[in-house]
């Protein structure tokens, strides 16, 4: 649209795109036949730039055929029609029930909370470029002929009166705090935790470390349906955030760090601490040296390779990696570590007899890369079997 723009105001003639076409190489031809809701989004991510960097072939974190595509003519297409139930509405889920309804089989996506996105739409909040993803997927997922059923919590009896021929099964990672000392202070929050808060949504654990008047206010934006709008709640939150003004963020990697872009960015003064000698795991080598600069630029307290990190009233105690004493102010302090793969869901399925496929963050946290690539896997094994 901006490229259209500025062509029709004659600024310039003519607009290649890069990463647009390795996310989705049919882009030029759904802009011709006015199919640009179709179009998959590139979510900046840099994975098909930072490959370059360390000699690896191109990839793409959105379109997992990107670079593979000579590998992809051996693939068997299906040719008989399945029932495939599809466990979790997280990208990894939609995924896997895109690429099966799009071959043909009969899909059922069943996902325990009342919308789709899973822990994308966190995601999404903290960076934008995300959203693209999520709104393609779920407008994806309601174009094709896909069953949904949210709200409703996948049991061996509930997928045994479904009768499916394979079950995929994307419920994501499990998300603990870790072992550090004052972690069950009531200032102090998981990553579960500040998801929930910022859409609304409680849980016990919540309840306890929340007041009255954040419970009320998000309630409300949860019952009027303010918090599924992404753009509201990032607006809201530059006016009022249920957080002090000093928080530390333990973990530095992936989710930790783009969680400190978002709580700078609403004036709060944020340090990471992690035990990690280098933080950016999770985020590709050209994103993590830009995203690495910012946070330097803004002012934020980085501190990785410490020791005996310890929570205690007001602050957060640590060694640095030069070996000195260190504390920081803390009126919060959110936890961002401790994502392990879970298996368990899919072993209760698997004992239950029927036929398992895992995707996603639950076989190992690959992000929104693993996710994909896993969804692609699944419904290639699935056609060929």
């Not at 882009?27 to 199919?35: D, I, V």
């Not at 910022?198 to 998000?218: D, Y």
């Not at 340090?271 to 910012?294: C, H, K, N, Y």
């Not at 890369?369 to 079997?385: F, H, K, T």
């Amino acid at each position: 649209e901006y490229a259209d723009a500025e062509i029709r105001d004659g600024h310039f003639d003519f607009l290649a795109m890069g990463r647009k076409l390795i996310a989705d190489p049919h882009l030029p031809r759904k802009l011709a036949e006015g199919r640009i809701d179709e179009i998959r989004p590139c979510i900046y991510c840099y994975t098909c730039v930072s490959a370059i960097y360390i000699r690896e072939s191109s990839r793409c974190a959105v379109n997992p055929e990107c670079g593979f595509e000579y590998t992809r003519e051996g693939v068997p297409r299906p040719t008989t029609r399945k029932r495939v139930a599809v466990v979790g509405g997280g990208p990894g889920g939609m995924e896997a029930a895109r690429r099966l309804a799009s071959d043909g089989h009969e899909v059922v996506l069943i996902e325990k909370s009342d919308r789709l996105g899973g822990t994308l739409r966190f995601a999404a909040l903290a960076y934008d470029a995300n959203e693209r993803l999520l709104d393609w997927l779920r407008a994806q997922v309601e174009a094709l002929e896909i069953e949904v059923r949210l709200g409703t919590v996948a049991t061996p009896e509930l997928l045994a009166s479904l009768a499916p021929n394979d079950v995929v099964v994307a419920t994501g990672a499990l998300r603990s705090l870790p072992l550090i000392p004052g972690a069950d202070l009531p200032h102090v929050l998981s990553g579960g935790d500040m998801r929930d808060m910022m859409f609304g949504e409680s849980s016990e654990a919540l309840e306890q470390k929340t007041s009255l008047l954040t419970r009320i206010a998000t309630r409300a934006g949860a019952a009027t349906g303010l918090t599924a709008n992404l753009e509201f709640v990032r607006k809201a939150t530059h006016a009022w955030m249920p957080l002090g003004k000093n928080v530390v963020i333990v973990g530095g990697e992936l989710v930790g760090l783009e969680l400190a872009e978002f709580l700078s960015e609403r004036e709060r003064n944020v340090s990471v601490v992690d035990e990690v000698p280098r933080f950016g795991a999770g985020i590709t080598l050209v994103r993590r040296l830009r995203v690495l600069a910012e946070l330097r630029e803004h002012g934020l307290g980085l501190h990785p390779g410490s020791k005996g990190i310890r929570i205690e009233a007001g602050r957060v105690s640590f060694t640095d990696n030069g070996g000195n004493a260190r504390s920081v102010a803390a009126d919060h302090v959110i936890v961002a570590k401790g994502t392990t793969g879970d298996s368990s869901q899919a072993e209760v399925f698997r004992r239950a007899g029927l036929r398992v496929h895992e995707v996603g963050d639950g076989t190992g946290v690959g992000y929104i890369e693993g996710a994909m690539r896993d969804a692609m896997e699944a419904v290639d094994a699935i056609n060929a079997g």
